[in-house]
């Protein structure tokens, strides 16, 4: 059973704080009560789950603003006569924000919640969170006529209006919680009852017999609900990965453990205010050692589960696992209202490759993952068919959305990231020959100096001609391994496209002059693409140091549009990546540019 003194304490400990952030949200202090009160009484009906989390703050909060937001009046404070001209110029300058920078500032200001876990609660991405905050903090102070050190202060006095507020006691709360648990399980055995004996089996049962089950129906929260049978069965499964055969089944709410049952899952759910999860594993028999999964969460709205199917791709984008890379990404057309097939390889021992499908329908977010052990060859068809087949059901309940039509896969580049955007990940960078050890990425830089370049081109990332430039390096902390061993990345926007083709021009034909002007060195070009928006060339270059030590340096030149950029490796002996490696890299590279286009 729940304990209800730990529920107790925290609803003691948070209750004020999340009537006044709530009252700030939307100027309305009814709405905001009923809400806030509403939400409590939902936190102890979902208590097992709830209290599991790092911050049960975060899935109280959510459930009291949307509330909220349902409940109240477009600027209600205009008709109370009892607000001073201070709370109505206060809720003014907060109207004058859209609904994510007025969320953003009160989660900062009045929640202290820092950029990366108010972007998770609203469901951006950190830079659009900074974004939203910062611009909230600049036109919020300017209506106010206030400096930025007083938007905490002016936001904390409105507090003063809620000082005579009666709390609901806790045991009244968790009374309505109760009530709220035993109708829903009432419901859950009149839907097993009716199943087994069939469906006209309850229609002669009067209205008052089957309310006596529960309580009254002013306690039901009406509304979609997930279930089991909403998941894939062991018939569809088996269908989709023939000829493998299902061993076992285990079907959860994600309640218990960690709650994380997949590959860079950072927290136990991607919608941390959402109406229910299910997470249901297929252990498969023979060679090699495979499972499927199918996880799904159900959200309050459309809107909240986009952001969570958001939040889930970036977890991916920017996995903080060790060792694991990003092999492929396609987005799937046809199947809900967006969905997206992911390859990654998990490189610690054992390796294991992870096929993952990610789509959303309606208010349901789904995902399917197909997991086995070894670098096994990459195979989209499967877990396509099984987030086809994932969709297909689940569309059908009332949370539902679009269904499926003719499933087309698209290889695309992979979406932003979270930091260096544009630049290469941690999760595009394959494992080094005899090192188990991680990359590791440094944080970018002006490109004062550039590391990518070779004694051949020299190519320097400095001058006037440049708008913006960044650098970064990936080195192996840990590994015996050379000084001089790792990856570096350099980039520059030019002012033209003109210049930019211009610029890789310069380099090509060093690099051609390279072998005439040093004896010493051996330039191989291994690679040439040309494209009306790309370019990329690729040398391998070998010079000798001694009579006895030559150096190998892989460098890779290339352009998007205006942008060139410089990716240089240089391997220590046998230490080097996988044969194609740096050539796939620089292509990944490439792909990365184009998320400049969408900072």
């Not at 409105?158 to 648990?181: K, M, N, W, Y």
């Not at 809900?336 to 990654?344: F, P």
């Not at 087949?389 to 087309?408: R, Y």
């Not at 040439?528 to 928006?533: I, L, V």
Request: charged share 25%; proline share 5%; aromatic share 6%.
């Amino acid at each position: 059973m729940p304990a209800p003194v730990d529920f107790d304490s925290f609803y003691q400990a948070t209750r004020g704080r999340l009537l006044l952030q709530t009252y700030a949200l939307t100027g309305d202090l009814p709405a905001a009560r009923s809400a806030v009160r509403e939400a409590y009484v939902s936190a102890w009906h979902h208590w097992r789950k709830v209290s599991r989390m790092p911050d049960p703050e975060t899935w109280v909060r959510p459930h009291a603003w949307g509330s909220a937001q349902r409940r109240h009046q477009a600027r209600i404070w205009h008709r109370e006569k009892q607000l001073d001209d201070a709370t109505i110029a206060t809720f003014e300058a907060l109207g004058k924000l859209t609904t994510n920078q007025r969320k953003a500032l009160l989660l900062a200001e009045l929640g202290g919640l820092s950029i990366a876990a108010l972007a998770r609660e609203i469901g951006l991405t950190d830079a659009a969170a900074t974004t939203a905050l910062e611009t909230a903090q600049t036109t919020f102070a300017e209506q106010l006529d206030l400096p930025p050190e007083q938007i905490t202060a002016r936001l904390t006095a409105l507090d003063e209006r809620l000082a005579d507020t009666q709390f609901a006691r806790s045991t009244v709360i968790r009374r309505s919680g109760a009530r709220r648990r035993r109708t829903h399980t009432a419901v859950a055995v009149a839907a097993a009852v009716a199943l087994m004996l069939g469906a006209g089996a309850l229609v002669h049962q009067s209205d008052s017999e089957i309310r006596s089950l529960g309580h009254s129906s002013d306690d039901t929260e009406p509304g979609p609900r997930l279930h089991p049978n909403d998941l894939l069965d062991k018939t569809a499964v088996t269908a989709d990965l023939k000829p493998r055969t299902i061993a076992a089944t285990t079907t959860s709410d994600n309640t218990s453990g960690s709650g994380r049952y997949a590959l860079c899952q950072r927290d136990p759910f991607a919608d941390p205010a959402g109406l229910g999860t299910l997470v249901r594993t297929f252990t498969l028999e023979g060679k090699p050692t495979a499972n499927a999964l199918q996880a799904a969460e159900l959200s309050a709205s459309p809107e909240a589960s986009k952001a969570a199917y958001d939040r889930l791709r970036g977890w991916y984008m920017s996995c903080s696992e060790p060792r694991v890379q990003l092999l492929s990404t396609h987005e799937l057309d046809g199947v809900g209202e967006e969905a997206m097939v992911l390859a990654m390889r998990a490189w610690q021992a054992p390796a294991t490759t992870h096929l993952i499908a990610v789509s959303r329908t309606g208010s349901l977010l789904t995902s399917t993952t197909l997991t086995s052990t070894g670098p096994v060859k990459v195979k989209l068809g499967p877990v396509v068919s099984l987030i086809s087949d994932a969709v297909t059901k689940l569309c059908t309940n009332k949370a539902g959305g679009t269904c499926v039509t003719d499933p087309v896969l698209r290889k695309v580049v992979p979406p932003p990231a979270e930091k260096a955007r544009g630049m290469l990940q941690e999760i595009d960078l394959p494992p080094v020959t005899g090192v188990d050890l991680p990359w590791v990425g440094t944080k970018p830089t002006k490109a004062t100096t550039n590391v990518a370049a070779t004694r051949c081109d020299n190519t320097s990332f400095k001058g006037k001609q440049f708008a913006s430039t960044r650098t970064r390096s990936f080195v192996v902390p840990g590994a015996d391994l050379a000084t001089s061993f790792g990856i570096t990345e350099t980039f520059g926007r030019l002012s033209s496209v003109k210049n930019a083709r211009k610029m890789v021009e310069q380099v090509r034909a060093k690099m051609a002059k390279c072998e005439k002007d040093d004896l010493t060195t051996d330039v191989t070009r291994t690679v040439q693409r040309t494209t009306k928006k790309t370019e990329l060339t690729i040398w391998r270059v070998d010079t000798e140091v001694s009579d006895k030590r030559t150096v190998t340096y892989l460098m890779a030149i290339m352009r998007r549009d205006d942008v060139v950029a410089q990716v240089g490796f240089i391997p220590d002996g046998s230490r080097n990546l996988p044969k194609g490696g740096f050539d796939a890299l620089s292509v990944r590279a490439l792909e990365r540019l184009d998320n400049l286009a969408t900072s």
